[in-house]
């Protein structure tokens, strides 16, 4: 019958509208629960931050959390991936287009420099939640027993990346000291994405640890000093008879 086909049509468009704005406000809530774990955790860490917490802050019922992340280890997952994928697919950009734009001058300084910019941008002008997110992620950088999974999966694609462009400048060096030299430079990164406060207090106020502008420099040229100074080839020892 024509007529019950030309009834039924408009009654399957506004069917999709309907659809949507449901996606659309379970997007919202989720987006709300990531930012309220996130606040916490950046906080208390994980063992310090309850689902129970996280649901009466967000406004939702423990259950929603359950459906949407199915334990707390998946909502954590969930918030360190966040962002994870951006700041990295930011690092590895830079890195190559710095390669690129370099050719066969690539200089220490330059690497270094494309590592660190996209991190220290987005702590001076991230706002709160990138803060957040950098205090979980110092966290996560100094403990063996949790987000491990993602930090090989998204971080160390982008260390390799940058540690192959190292050898690149520093070609004599041996892959040992390239990573000893890294692993300080993860460490000085590390406190400083915590924003911790703490050379606020030993400098009597003369450093803020949120200062970015005035830590870039320094922490670019004492990277570039350390890669250099460890990476330096050893005279071989000559074999006694």
Known sequence: MPGAKSAARPAARQAKPLVSKRAEQSERTRARILDVAEDLLGQHGFYGTT??????????????????????????????????TIINSERLDALNK????AGGNI???GVIEAFLDPVLEWIAKGGKGWRNYFAILAQVNATPNWGTGVMVKYFDPVIHR????????????????????????SGALTLTLGTTGR??????????????????????????????????????????R
């Open 51 to 84: 689902i129970r917490q996280v649901a009466q802050l967000a406004d939702v019922d423990t259950a929603l959390l359950h459906y949407y992340f199915d334990s707390k280890q998946g909502l954590f997952d969930a918030v360190f991936l966040r962002r994870a």
């Open 98 to 101: 710095y390669e690129k734009k």
């Open 107 to 109: 200089a220490l300084e």
């Open 162 to 185: 940058l540690i192959g462009l190292v050898q690149k400048t520093l070609p004599d060096a041996d892959p040992v000291d390239l990573y000893w030299a890294y692993h300080n430079l």
């Open 199 to 240: 050379i606020d207090r030993l400098s009597n106020g003369l450093c803020r640890s949120d200062d970015v502008e005035a830590l870039r420099p320094r922490m670019i040229v004492y990277a570039v000093a350390g890669f250099r100074a460890v990476c330096v080839p050893q005279p071989k020892k000559r074999k006694t």
